[in-house]
């Protein structure tokens, strides 16, 4: 039988963020021997983080709602759970969990190790949000074991307000890649350009903008499509409204996917990927799964995205909200030659392997457990 080797804790506010996104992070410390526990809110794909080996305890987490007394019933829900199981050692991802977590598992002195994964909307504009829910982070971070960062902006952002200590930071490379899963697929060398995006479809990832150039683009070149692959949530206010997606889809500005979970195929048919974000990004997974399958990236000179990009090489960077200067770069690719497209994205290819991949990631993780849990 093999030896325990301690009981994790690994939370987010949806049981599909960490399926999706730490799926083989999970596997991996199963394999060593930990009891893992996910704790976030059940979705439909909790049950294949049962499969997996996990218990899932719901926490029914709201994690764009901003009703105060619901998000302390949270903490205190958090709190019972942790007095209850009592782990060793707690993994937080995810904006809300890493504060509401933190503070739960530091009333127990319960060690944790928080992931900064881009900080999203909040610091776009400096309001009485965004001071609140720095005054949080202010509150909760400095009781982390550890706090890990996806780029160096944010890591670099934290520690001059003082929510962490540069001994406490570590910086890791995004959520890494699967290699293995995401492998070189060319696209059809048949005269018709695929871009895609792929991302929640929220303004600030640059969608508007995207769809602004495509109707300029399409006065001039009408051998070319835009895939949207993305959620729409009928509860987001900033996203556009499903009467407009239907109207660019009828005009024929967009062919709108949906939400899929084989974002692979899609990629495999595309012959490059679009995401104009000004989103304070960690590193965006499309990017990085996109380079991997060889694809060429147009993307935002912005926090996180830059990261995945060698302008001119793997792909083109962009300022933020610059239409003019994203049509260009997408004109560029329509007239390329197919070959090469597919050397910018082995460019890609080759960025992701030495830098992203997933398995460094997860070693960093194993790493800090092995010195933070006994016998870890």
């Known amino acids: 039988m093999m030896e325990n080797k301690g009981h994790i804790v690994i939370s987010a506010n949806v049981s599909w963020y960490l399926y999706n996104f730490r799926k083989n992070t999970i596997k991996e410390l199963i394999s060593l021997g930990h009891d893992l526990t996910v704790v976030s809110s059940r979705d439909h794909t909790s049950k294949k983080l049962e499969s997996l080996g996990c218990e899932v305890i719901d926490i029914d987490l709201d994690s764009s709602g901003k009703n105060p007394f619901k998000d302390l019933y949270i903490i205190y829900k958090i709190y019972k759970i942790y007095s209850e199981i009592v782990p060793d050692l707690i993994l937080n991802f995810t904006p809300k969990i890493n504060i509401y977590s933190t503070l739960a598992a530091y009333l127990l002195r319960i060690k944790c190790i928080n992931n900064i994964a881009g900080l999203g909307t909040i610091f776009i504009d400096n309001n009485l949000l965004s001071k609140f829910v720095g ?3 202010g509150l909760s971070q400095p009781f982390a074991h550890r706090v890990f960062f996806q780029n160096e902006e944010d890591q670099n952002y934290f520690i001059e307000k003082g929510w962490v200590t540069k001994e406490r930071s570590i910086r890791i490379m995004g959520s890494g890649v699967d290699l293995n899963h995401f492998q070189v697929k060319e696209s059809n060398d048949d005269g018709f350009i695929r871009f895609i995006f792929i991302g929640r479809l929220l303004k600030e990832k640059g969608l508007l903008d995207l769809v602004e150039a495509i109707k300029i683009l399409k006065k001039k070149y009408m051998d070319f499509e835009l895939m949207i692959l993305g959620p729409f949530d009928n509860k987001k206010k900033n996203q556009p409204s499903i009467e407009d997606i239907n109207h660019w889809t009828k005009d024929k500005y967009i062919k709108y996917i949906g939400f899929k979970e084989d974002v692979e195929a899609y990629l495999a048919e595309s012959d490059c990927i679009v995401l104009p974000s000004y989103y304070r990004e ?20 912005t926090i996180g995205c830059r990261d995945v990009v060698d302008d001119g090489i793997n792909g083109f960077l962009i300022q933020p909200r610059d239409i003019q200067g994203l049509v ?24 992701i392997e030495s830098q992203f991949d997933e398995k460094k990631v997860i070693q960093e993780y194993i790493n800090v457990l092995e010195t933070t849990i006994p016998n870890g």
């Open 328 to 351: 260009d770069k997408m004109e560029l690719v329509i007239n390329m030659s197919h070959q090469v497209r597919l050397e910018m994205g082995l460019n890609g290819r080759k960025k």
């Open 282 to 301: 960690g590193v965006p997974k499309s990017l990085l799964e996109a380079a991997a399958m060889g694809k060429p990236i147009i993307t935002t000179d």
């Open 135 to 137: 005054y949080l982070y």
